[in-house]
Structures are given as C-alpha cells and as structure tokens.
C-alpha cells in the first residue's frame, strides 16, 4: 500500500489532507488511529542512549505519539514549521506572549482582543516588566506610528469575537516585520482552514481548539503553530514552561480534526442564512458578520479568507434590560453560555465598553452574539422568533 506523505498532499484538498494528516496507522499495528499515550517515564535501552538523549521520545511533557500526531497535523494544514500544544486556549495566548517577549518590550495588542488576553497583558506581562498599547483593529498599516524600538509584539485576532471588526493583517505583518517584531494571531474564528496565517504574515498562530477543532463543548485545547523563524523559540519556551495538555484530550481533538472541515462548512451555510433572516427583522438594527457583503469588514474578508465560521453578533434597537432578558431567558434551543464552536447554538449579551482602552464601543442598541450550530434552522428562527415577541411586550 502506497502511502500519502505532507508533500504529496500539498497540491490536495483541504479534506484530503485533514484525513490523512498526522496518521501513521502502521506506527500503531495498523490501526487507523494514533493510540492513547499515557506515561511520564520514558526508558532507554542503556547508559549510552541515556546520556545522549537521541531517542524520539524522552519524556511525557515533552511529547507522546499522541501529542506528535495532533502536532504534526495542525502544522500540515497551518502550513506551519512546528507546532506546540496546550491545555486551554488562553494558555496556547499567554504561551504564545511569553515566547515573542522579555522585560523592557513593548507590545501592541489589537483593542477588539479576546477579553482574558487583556487581562494576561495586564498583570503579568506588566508584572515582568512589558508594556501593553491596545489599538485600533481598523488601523492596519497605521500600527507605524505606534510601533517603538522596542516592540517586540504585535497581537492580531481577526474577526473580534464579539464586535467582528476585520484587521489587514498581511498590511499589519509589514509594518511589524519592517521593525523586526514578531506578529502573533489568534486565529480561532477562522481556523487555519478559512485563514492560512502563514501565508498570510503571521509568526505564532494560535488556536482554541476548544471550539472548532473539539466541536462538540467536551474538551479543552490550544495549538501555537509557527514559521520556521519562530518555531525553534517557540519550542524551547514550551519545554521549558512543560504546560502540556492530557491525553485523552489530544486523542478528542484529533477526531474531531478529521470532520472539521465539514463542521465548518456547515456552520458557516446556517449562521450566514440565520444572520441574513436577522437582518430582516425589525428588532435588529445591524448584524456584524464581515461575509456579509454590507458589513464594513467585507472587502477584507474577500480577500483574505477563504470561508467564514458560525459565530457573529447583532446590534437590536434600543431595548431595556428586562426586555432583553424576557427575549433570553426564554430561548428553548440558544444556550446561554460562553464558548463556542460546539454542535450546539449558543447566544450571549455582551458589552465592550467595560475593557476597550484604545477605541469607543458605542452601539445604538443591546449586542447579543450568536454561535450557529447544527440544528434544524427552522426551529432556531422559531426560538428567536418567540423571543422576539417576549422583547417587543418590555421594549
Ligand atoms: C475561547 C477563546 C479563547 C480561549 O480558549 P479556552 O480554551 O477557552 O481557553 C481564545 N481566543 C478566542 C477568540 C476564544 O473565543
């Protein structure tokens, strides 16, 4: 049996290269999964295999086949040199942080940022001696003026997942380099399906992979891919903070890589068909979802993204708090929860103006965003549909 090897599935598609990536069936007595990995302790077959350190494996923090696998996988389809994983999301960030920074930087952090990495940058990073500036997401090639001698960072995350501006990130990603810092993303929304960050400039690209790549709300997971440029400090920072994430964990997200393609695609056909029926409604006064060909981020998005995921946000009209919790509380199908990317839908408020520092967050109405998952459409717009009614008797 002729094997597929990452070169020959170069030129193949991406769910080609999604089935067959990081598999080695005959690794694992033919199998056609990569096993569960558990150990710590490695052996070696003598003193001198010991002192030299030279066998594939050495330690469990260190890397399993399990972990190897997911690794070697998400670098095939990120177009990445190497890449590191992590127990959460917010941990593959701060990895991500810790590995292009050191006392006396300065970094730029993208104002529309995921809410924790603020925080991140906040208090430890300001602890070790790092200085945040948060700016503009629309400011693109503008990031010059803010860029010092001493930024070693700038922080990407395109869409915002809440307010979904997009940012030029290859325009970003010349300005930074030009300065000879490090650009890091996080690439959640989009995935290294819809958004190769590679070739589009970015160094680190990271990935909760609890949301697309689990895809069913049963797990917690982060990936940093990197360039060639970034991958041997990205390693050594990981080897030496050894943060690594549990087994059965690795072995969920690699079977939920195999059909991420096809959850995606899914996702993104329904939440665009349940974002142009909001648009339609009297309730809402604006949906920000950057494929929509009216949002302000689309021309960005055609150009650079290849598909759009299930998660955006709306803007209703002006509404009290009481008629927007009548139209929630009452939802039989949206759960009420933070994450996303799950087989299930989810709504949540929301409200930027508590953390934004660098730009106004001043809709006109109560934000609700939604995560779009598998249901029968028909019955999420019955849902709303009911919960809109239960908000127009408060309004
Ligand atoms: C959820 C999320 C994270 C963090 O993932 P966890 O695994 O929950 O820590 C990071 N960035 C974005 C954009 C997210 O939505």
């Given amino acids: 049996?002729?094997?597929?090897?990452?070169?020959?599935?170069a030129?193949?598609?991406?769910?080609?290269?999604?089935?067959?990536?990081?598999?080695?069936?005959?690794?694992?007595?033919?199998?056609?999964?990569?096993?569960?990995w558990r150990g710590s302790t490695v052996l070696y077959p003598n003193t001198e295999e010991l002192y030299a350190r030279r066998q594939r494996f050495i330690y469990g923090t260190k890397g399993t086949p399990t972990t190897e696998s997911l690794e070697t996988a998400w670098s095939?389809?990120?177009g990445a040199a190497g890449t590191v994983l992590a127990p959460s999301g917010l941990a593959a960030i701060t990895l991500a942080m810790m590995t292009a920074t050191k006392a006396g930087d300065h970094v730029l952090v993208v104002d529309s940022a995921y809410r924790p990495t603020r925080v991140f940058c906040d208090t430890v990073l300001k602890k070790f001696g790092v200085e945040t500036e948060y700016y503009d997401p629309l400011a693109g090639a503008g990031v010059a003026r803010l860029m010092r001698p001493n930024t070693s960072l700038v922080l990407v995350e395109a869409p915002g997942s809440q307010s979904f501006e997009m940012q030029d990130i290859p325009a970003i990603a010349e300005v930074a380099h030009a300065r000879g810092a490090c650009v890091a993303m996080d690439n959640t929304w989009a995935t290294p399906l819809f958004f190769p960050p590679h070739a589009r400039g970015v160094d680190l690209a990271i990935e909760a992979g609890t949301k697309y790549l689990s895809g069913h709300s049963d797990l917690l997971l982060g990936l940093v891919s990197a360039n060639a440029d970034w991958y041997?400090?990205?390693?050594?920072?990981?080897?030496?903070f050894a943060n690594c994430p549990g087994p059965e964990d690795v072995f969920l997200a690699l079977r939920g890589l195999r059909t991420m393609e096809?959850?995606?695609?899914?996702?993104?056909?329904?939440?665009?068909?349940?974002?142009?029926?909001l648009q339609t409604r009297p309730e809402v006064s604006r949906v920000l979802h950057p494929a929509l060909p009216d949002d302000p981020g689309h021309a960005i998005?055609?150009?650079?993204?290849?598909?759009?995921?299930?998660?955006?946000?709306?803007?209703?009209?002006?509404?009290s708090r009481a008629a927007v919790a009548a139209l929630l509380d009452g939802l039989e199908l949206f759960g009420l929860g933070y994450s996303w990317g799950g087989f299930e839908s989810l709504v949540i408020p929301f409200d930027c103006k508590t953390y934004r520092t660098a730009t106004e967050w001043k809709p006109e109405g109560p934000a609700l965003?939604?995560?779009i998952g598998l249901e029968d459409l028909d019955d999420l717009k019955a849902d709303v549909e009911r919960g809109f009614a239960r908000l127009k008797k408060l309004a």
């Avoid at 049996?1 to 599935?9: F, L």
């Fill in 232 to 240: 041997p400090r990205l390693r050594e920072t990981y080897d030496t």
């Fill in 301 to 319: 998005f055609k150009r650079d993204f290849l598909g759009s995921s299930g998660l955006f946000s709306v803007v209703l009209k002006p509404a």
């Fill in 76 to 78: 095939e389809i990120s």
């Fill in 369 to 371: 965003r939604f995560s």
């Fill in 1 to 9: 049996m002729t094997k597929s090897t990452p070169d020959s599935r």
């Fill in 11 to 36: 030129a193949m598609g991406a769910r080609t290269r999604l089935v067959h990536a990081g598999r080695a069936p005959f690794d694992n007595h033919g199998f056609v999964n990569t096993a569960i």
């Fill in 262 to 277: 096809l959850r995606l695609r899914e996702a993104e056909k329904q939440a665009l068909d349940f974002a142009r029926w």
